[in-house]
Nanobody
């Protein structure tokens, strides 16, 4: 089981990045996928998540209207398009997979404790 993130980097405020999460070793189309952000000294927080069918998403209030999560199950990829980046978006972004209690991944939960598998993360730094 592996989740590998890519696409992070350093940008100026107002810029854009697209993060990618490559899934392998499991049936990711039965899992909800979440993107989380962690800053040193702070609790890991949800950025956005998408359910297994792709029809249900959740985004933190701080990123609504700026970030978009999507998935391409044929490619086993999950994306986070980030526009209008702000310095407070800086952090290490990780993707995680959750099969859910019934094994369907049809519900996308904002709590990191629900998730079964995690990637190593990719760093995003936004300068003012």
């Amino acid at each position: 089981v592996q989740l590998v993130e890519s696409g992070g980097g350093s940008v100026q405020a107002g810029g854009s990045l697209r993060l990618s999460c490559a899934a392998s070793g499991f049936s990711e189309d039965s899992y909800a996928i979440g993107w989380f952000r962690q800053v040193p000294g702070k609790v890991r927080e949800i950025v956005s998540c998408i359910n297994s069918s792709g029809g249900g998403t959740y985004s933190a209030d701080s990123v609504k209207g700026r970030f978009t999560i999507s998935r391409d199950d044929a490619k086993k990829m999950i994306y986070l398009q980030m526009n209008g980046l702000k310095p407070e978006d800086t952090g290490r972004y990780s993707c995680a997979a959750d099969r859910g209690m019934d094994g369907s991944g049809e519900v996308c939960f904002p709590s990191p404790y629900e998730y079964d598998f995690w990637g190593q993360g990719t760093q995003v730094t936004v300068s003012s």
